[in-house]
């Protein structure tokens, strides 16, 4: 059974015989084709009746039943093998393509079996992806649907901690300042200066404003206020004489 199956499916194998490769021509690729050892050759062909009879290949037209010939050929690295069946001199239906690349045979894989590979490995990877996905998926009554990601954890904590940069400061906070250091440096000018890096600080000449003279107190100011006296308390009256009882 398990030749049988090899036989049925022979995608996935691959022939050569590397006593061929340097003598491979489209002469006799047919005959590196037909040997005992390949797979893919099968022994009940047209091609095995023609060689023991020791017939040219010209009379596979006049035969009916399965046979191989040579489709293509690019000489010296390529070439391609049909397997058909032969109803008729002028009707044939393809049954399968080898193609020998180097000495190397494959099989060509027919378009159900591409378009079937194709979409098995899409689904497979689609299917591989949600089962990952769902591996990082959480759920717990009270706060919903949430993603765990396990490697995010780790680089996370192998991952230097960056320090937040400062924010830079607004032009209401630069124009106020510069306010207030043009104001100390008026209240508060610089004693020396230095012209150049290495020379000898130069004192700076500080002009002080002419001091105006006092103003004459003026009159009103200079006599002192006269203090009004305070209104006496007003005097109590005697106490009034009770009459004596008799």
């Known amino acids: 059974m398990a030749s049988m199956d090899l036989r049925d499916n022979l995608l996935g194998i691959s022939w050569v015989d590397s006593g061929w490769v340097p003598i491979l021509n489209p002469g006799n690729v047919l ?3 037909s040997e005992r050892s390949n797979p893919f050759y099968d022994r009940t062909c047209n091609n095995e ?3 023991m009879q020791r017939l040219t290949l010209d009379h596979l037209n006049q035969m009916v039943g399965v046979e191989y010939i040579l489709l293509h050929a690019q000489e010296p690295i390529l070439y391609i093998v049909r397997k058909q069946q032969r109803q008729s001199p002028t009707q044939v239906v393809p049954l399968a393509d080898y193609y020998i690349n ?3 045979v ?3 894989p027919d378009l159900g079996s591409v378009i079937s590979s194709r979409a098995l490995s899409a689904v497979h990877g689609i299917q591989s992806a949600f089962d990952e996905a769902m591996s990082f998926c959480r759920y717990h009554p ?3 649907y949430w993603w765990h990601f396990k490697d995010q954890e780790e680089r996370e904590k192998v991952k230097p901690k960056s320090k937040k940069k400062e ?3 607004s032009m209401f906070q630069r124009q106020r ?3 207030l250091l043009l104001d100390l440096r008026n209240k508060f000018p610089p004693l020396f200066y230095q012209p150049k890096p290495g020379e000898k600080p130069i004192p700076v000449e500080v002009k002080k404003e002419p001091e105006l003279p006092p103003e004459a ?3 009103e100011e200079r006599e002192p206020a006269v203090k009004t006296a305070a209104p006496a308390a007003p005097s109590k009256a005697p106490p009034e004489k009770r009459a004596r009882l008799q």
């Open 217 to 219: 107190p003026k009159q």
């Open 177 to 179: 300042v510069d306010t």
């Open 142 to 144: 009270s706060k919903g």
């Open 49 to 51: 009746v023609v060689k």
């Open 106 to 108: 494959y099989q060509a």
């Open 102 to 104: 180097a000495g190397v």
């Open 167 to 169: 924010e830079p400061s």
């Open 31 to 33: 005959d590196y084709f």
